[in-house]
């Protein structure tokens, strides 16, 4: 969708979540879609909880404004929704105009987010917590993740690395990183970028026994 508001391309998803146990969109899911939407005006078709089918029509560029998306609000009550997944889906549209705030949460909860700074680069690790998993477990969740990254040959971490491909997409000319694993959100978002035709995105085995990922954008976008 963050791609559809870019280009003003319509879209048409089938077979949404298909093989989750509660298929279709879910609160978070339904939301992100809504944000989208309100930001390049679009028309929708399927923007339901449950709808495995989704129309997405961008009618403008997208435009800045304040907007509040609630995850809570489509499932018309709580909702264990990420916002962070709602973030993600206007991040690309939208990004040099989003503004953090740090808020108290409306639910209780435990976590906590590591971040590696280096010459040129930040990576970030996290773990959840629930209940029944000791604090401890959660910090070595997060450390032992922290500490694969740090010893490997890649650049960035498994989840930056997916998160780049758009942005490489729209540059003028031709990115590459080394991530230590292929995850399937990078091979997903790989898939989408050259369906709308905007780069074209190789891998291969890098020398030091990571993989490469070459994304090249295409003159006709």
């Known amino acids: 969708m963050g791609l559809a508001a870019i280009t003003g391309r319509p879209i048409r998803i089938e077979k949404v979540r298909a093989v989750r146990l509660k298929p279709g969109l879910g609160a978070q899911y339904l939301t992100a879609v809504r944000a989208v939407a309100a930001v390049c005006g679009a028309e929708l078709s399927g923007d339901s909880l449950g709808s495995p089918i989704l129309e997405f029509r961008p009618r403008h560029r997208p435009r800045s404004a304040d907007y509040e998306f609630d995850v809570a609000e489509a499932r018309e009550g709580r909702s264990a929704g990420a916002a962070t ?8 549209p939208f990004s040099t105009d989003i503004v953090p705030e740090r808020l108290r949460a409306a639910c209780p909860g435990a ?12 990576c970030g690790f996290n773990a959840i917590g629930r209940i029944g998993k000791p604090a401890e477990a959660v910090a070595d969740e997060a450390v032992d993740a922290l500490l694969r990254q740090h010893s490997s040959p890649a650049v960035v971490d498994e989840h930056l690395g997916d998160q780049l491909l758009v942005p490489y997409a729209l ?18 978002n790989a898939w989408v970028i050259e369906q709308f035709g ?21 003159s006709t976008r």
């Open 198 to 218: 905007l780069a074209r995105v190789e891998m291969a085995r890098h020398d030091t026994g990571a993989m490469l990922v070459t994304v090249a954008p295409t």
């Open 111 to 122: 976590g906590i987010f590591l971040t590696a700074e280096y010459e040129g680069v930040r």
């Open 85 to 92: 997944l709602v973030l993600q889906a206007v991040l690309a």
């Open 171 to 188: 540059a003028s000319g031709t990115s590459t990183l080394v991530v230590d694993t292929v995850s399937p959100h990078l091979q997903t």
